[in-house]
């Protein structure tokens, strides 16, 4: 009667690779540790941006943001935007009303888990595409009780709310084939707090104590023997201590900008995208066209002595835009730049003035998962395919920002004030923990994306075109 496969997934928003270990290893996590004696603990990447809701995609459909059209949890798209700026489609910001434009906003094409898995459940995940309303378990209540948290910075009510709707879904005798469960406590309390502050780590341990009864019900329905439980995070989190607010940069450096929530300005000369506050889209709107610029033209419309005097700011970590060769990136700081080239299905790196992703040299690698392997313990982990797969969208704009650890793209319009960041492709953002209740699985670097496949595998489906591999 029970032996059928069933997924239970917790996605731990906000999750570090770092704190998590040490969490664990102190006994801090008991329900979790006991997961990894019988499981697997290892690291994973998320994608560019590592933001939230972007970040999501991997997992839930085994695409990234590029692919998927949806490149950060704010974007523009200057096509649209020059054929009218009255059209929905020009501009989106997922942090308020715009977010149930999400699952919309997804190609059709690409189905989510929820689409292939059979009988399956949501908790306060903003992907919810043909998810009936009696399987979203957090959308009841969900706008105020997250705008409490938000203004009130009382996080936890909602992660305790969440997993008490669990326990009455599962002690109703109902079955499921997949249940994803977001716990966002972790993030928020890192953004607004400290990563390693005391409410922060109290929100590890709600996680902790749900798995434990969960688990703890499941067994006694005969259930978690044919349970795959899989525990992971969208992105890391570093503190912050210092905004630049790359919206006024701009406008006040002669490229008048609109950026959220300032949409309405007129005549713009550019167009700025935050996304977890680490990573910044950048649109230039002062040519004729619709088209995203390549090399030649960023300079020409920036000028050197302006595009210097950005890279100079101690906020941006580097630059990244498209050369003047289909599939070719440059990658460019205050020292100076490299180039990525993707050809066929080969890619490779080489500083031309800089080796602006320190990985020591030149890299040449054959395939996507080599790319992989080339850079998972650097400081910029993926960094060859994040890059090419963001820019295979328009709306990630013509020049994309990572900032520097400690800093930040957004300013005045960040309320309550951001102490915390993400969407960099520094490693201790795109570095996630990645826990499951399976041994043997295969041990070469993974990405968050091959969770897609795995759990389709595991159920038995085979797996739709995606971007991903299975853990086995």
Request: glycine residues 8%; proline residues 4%; contains cysteine.
């Amino acid at each position: 009667m029970h032996n059928k496969k069933r997924v239970l997934f917790y996605l731990v928003d906000g999750a570090h690779s770092e704190i998590m270990p040490e969490l664990i290893a102190n006994g801090t996590l008991p329900n979790i540790k006991r997961i990894i004696d019988e499981g697997t603990y290892r690291k994973a990447t998320s994608c560019f941006p590592s933001t939230t809701g972007p970040a999501y995609l991997p997992f839930l459909t085994g695409h990234y943001p590029g692919t998927m059209g949806i490149t950060g949890i704010r974007w523009f798209d200057k096509q649209e935007f020059k054929r009218s700026r009255w059209n929905k489609m020009a501009m989106r910001s997922y942090c308020g009303p715009e977010a149930a434009f999400f699952n919309t906003d997804m190609p059709a094409d690409k189905p989510t888990l929820f689409e292939l898995m059979g009988e399956s459940y949501n908790l306060y995940n903003m992907i919810t595409r043909n998810v009936k309303d009696e399987y979203d378990l957090g959308k009841k209540g969900k706008g105020l009780l997250y705008t409490r948290a938000h203004f009130w910075k009382h996080h936890h009510p909602v992660d305790h709310q969440g997993h008490q709707r669990v326990m009455e879904m599962l002690q109703s005798g109902k079955d499921f084939d997949f249940l994803f469960a977001v716990f966002p406590s972790v993030d928020w309390d890192s953004h607004y707090h400290h990563v390693r502050d005391e409410r922060t780590i109290e929100a590890y341990k709600i996680v902790d104590n749900s798995l434990g009864e969960v688990r703890a019900l499941l067994q006694k329905q005969g259930k978690w023997d044919d349970t795959l439980f899989v525990l992971t995070s969208d992105h890391g989190l570093t503190p912050t201590h210092t905004h630049l607010d790359v919206g006024d940069w701009f406008t006040n450096n002669g490229l008048k900008s609109v950026y959220y929530p300032v949409i309405w300005k007129s005549n713009p000369k550019s167009a700025v995208m935050i996304s977890g506050n680490s990573f910044g889209a950048v649109h230039l709107l002062d040519h004729k066209g619709d088209y995203v610029l390549r090399e030649k033209q960023i300079f020409e419309l920036m000028g050197k002595e302006r595009f210097d005097k950005l890279l100079n700011e101690n906020a941006i970590d580097f630059s990244t835009y498209r050369g003047e060769a289909e599939n070719t990136y440059y990658v460019h700081n205050r020292n100076g730049r490299a180039l990525i080239r993707k050809e066929g299905e080969t890619y490779s790196y080489r500083p031309e003035t800089a080796d602006t992703l320190k990985l020591g040299g030149d890299v040449m690698v054959t395939g996507h998962r080599a790319a992989l392997e080339a850079t998972f313990e650097g400081e910029y982990p993926d960094a060859l395919f994040q890059i090419h797969q963001l820019f295979q969208s328009r709306r990630a704009g013509d020049i994309v920002l990572s900032a520097s650890l400690g800093h930040d793209l957004r300013d005045f319009w960040e309320y309550p004030e951001h102490v915390g960041s993400h969407g960099s492709l520094h490693r201790l953002h795109m570095h996630v923990p990645l826990i499951y209740n399976q041994k043997n699985w295969a041990t070469h670097p993974a990405r968050t994306a091959d969770l897609f496949n795995t759990i389709l595998k595991w159920k038995g489906i085979t797996p739709q075109s995606s971007q991903g591999e299975p853990l086995f």
